[in-house]
């Protein structure tokens, strides 16, 4: 009897006939899902026609003899159209505007607002000129419409479309031929031919796949929105990011304003742009002054600290604060929010080590303040001298002391001998920390500017917090 189902890899796609435990391709556990091959296509070949399909969509010849491979400069490339999405910080993040034919996978947790960016991106789309598609799965017309009432004008033109059934939503597709689409959300339609519930390993496979066959044959901008799982992670098969073109991820607690929007991704940018938002009554609004605001809340009070910190290819100053507190437990806690978890266990390893400030016994919690995420190297320096601070109970010295104009300002990578390093484009740190009031700005050595410059992590908190030399150490 022919084989009618193989087992997917939902991490990496690696297909096998046989079920495993641990997945041969990427040596993950459980996470082979048993799934039914697609339909035969007409030479009786496996796995829907899958590569017959892709060669029709691009123009190629099927037969294989009159393919030659062409030198590169030979290769005629047009100049990238893209369409303005009318949202500075997303144009920013695709890198100048969405490109037609081109597939976005757009993923973030549920309530962050996925819905609400490509809604609005549809409302301006169209207001400018562009035929669009809004396809919902998740959400009736009517809701769709109600979201739209509170977004801007642009936003109740666009064509909706409330339907699951893949078919039917690339016949509508073939017939509008718009020049934007978004899916919301891609894990909610589902082919008629496969078996397995939307959103599984193959039917969202099978779904993107289809979708992208059309968008590139007609020049559609797609823009699929996908869930999240809990820890993060694009839900459905790895092979999704491998298949689109630009993959953006929506960042931050839904209970706080900020949203960050980030490229994982992407054929047509660079991978390194973040955007910032903030979730109003209107809808999404770009954050263009989040440093200036930062520095303003920032308190100032014992524990924190503003981290020069780099999104991307800009520059964005904000408040890290910690606390420290007697623990009762027999593990303390250590919290994080915005940063990493092994990257504070590493920072306070450093800090007792070389440092000599001591949490042992004490609960510690670092928090980058408005929901923001920072991951990059650079943000050390900031925790450490911030837990130090909040340790001792002791504020970090402003400069000049006498009229405190702003809080003081860092960045820098600690090594693991207790040496601060240097870390990318100290220039483009100390400019904004600068322009926002913030001088001395404790930083690396080589770091330019008139930053007060640390070789080692000692050497900086002798800086910040000076008075702790003089102080006794409270019992923590
Ligand atoms: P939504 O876009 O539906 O999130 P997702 O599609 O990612 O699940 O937006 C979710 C939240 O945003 C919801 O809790 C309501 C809020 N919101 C506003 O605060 N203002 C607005 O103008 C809109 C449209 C939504
Ligand atoms: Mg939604």
């Given at each position: 009897m022919p084989r009618t189902t193989m087992h997917v890899c939902s991490q990496c796609g690696f297909q096998s006939a046989q079920w495993h435990?641990?997945?041969?391709?990427?040596?993950?556990?459980?996470t082979l899902v048993e799934e039914p091959l697609g339909p035969r296509s007409v030479d009786g070949r496996?796995?829907?026609?899958r590569a017959g399909r892709r060669g029709s969509a691009r123009g190629l010849?099927?037969?294989?003899?009159s393919l030659v491979a062409r030198p590169l400069r030979e290769v005629g490339a047009a100049p990238i159209s893209r369409m303005a999405t009318g949202i500075g910080e997303l144009d920013r993040v695709l890198g100048g505007g969405l490109v037609p034919g081109s597939l976005v996978l757009l993923g973030g947790s549920p309530g962050i607002g996925k819905s609400t960016i490509t809604n609005m991106v549809l409302g301006n789309l169209q207001r400018a000129g562009h035929r669009t598609l809004y396809v919902s799965g998740e959400e009736s017309a009517e809701q769709v419409r109600l979201r739209a009432e509170r977004l801007?004008?642009?936003?109740?033109?666009v064509p909706v479309l409330a339907e699951t059934d893949l078919e039917m939503v690339l016949d509508v597709l073939a017939a509008q031929a718009p020049h934007a689409c978004v899916i919301?959300?891609?894990?909610t339609l589902h082919a008629?031919?496969?078996?397995?519930?939307?959103?599984?390993v193959g039917q969202v496979r099978e779904v993107a796949g289809r979708i992208m066959e059309l968008a590139k044959a007609r020049g559609v901008a797609v823009i699929l929105v996908g869930h999240v799982t809990k820890d993060g992670a694009l839900a459905g098969p790895r092979v999704l990011e491998h298949l689109v073109d630009c993959v953006l991820q929506f960042e931050g607690?839904?209970?706080?304003p900020y949203r960050e929007l980030r490229a994982l991704k992407n054929r047509f940018g660079s991978t390194n742009e973040a955007g910032l938002f903030e979730m109003r009554q209107g809808g999404l609004v770009e954050v263009l002054d989040a440093s200036a605001r930062f520095v303003a809340e920032?308190?100032?009070?014992?524990?924190s600290v503003v981290l020069a910190a780099m999104e991307g290819s800009r520059p964005l100053l904000v408040e890290v604060q910690a606390l420290v507190a007697p623990s009762e437990l027999e593990q303390p806690r250590r919290v994080v929010s915005g940063i990493d978890r092994n990257r504070l266990a590493l920072v306070l390893a450093i800090l007792s080590r070389h440092g000599r400030v001591s949490t042992a016994g004490s609960d510690v919690f670092v928090n980058v303040v408005g929901g923001v995420r920072v991951d990059e190297p650079g943000c050390d320096l900031a925790v450490a001298l911030a837990v130090a601070s909040a340790s001792r109970g002791v504020p970090i010295e402003a400069r000049?002391?006498?009229?405190?104009?702003a809080p003081r300002a860092c960045f820098g990578e600690l090594g693991l001998t207790g040496e601060l390093r240097w870390v990318g484009h100290p220039e483009r740190r100390l400019e904004e920390a600068v322009r926002h009031g913030c001088s001395g700005v404790i930083a690396?050595?080589?770091?330019?500017?008139d930053a007060f410059e640390a070789g080692t992590l000692l050497e900086a908190l002798a800086e910040a917090l000076p008075s702790q030399e003089r102080r006794p150490a409270r019992a923590a």
């Open positions: 435990g641990q997945c041969p391709g990427c040596e993950a556990w459980n496996p796995g829907a026609g010849a099927s037969t294989g003899a801007a004008p642009g936003a109740l033109e919301d959300s891609v894990q008629r031919e496969l078996s397995g519930a939307p959103g599984s607690e839904r209970e706080r920032a308190t100032r009070a014992p524990g000049p002391p006498a009229h405190r104009p690396p050595k080589d770091s330019g500017g």
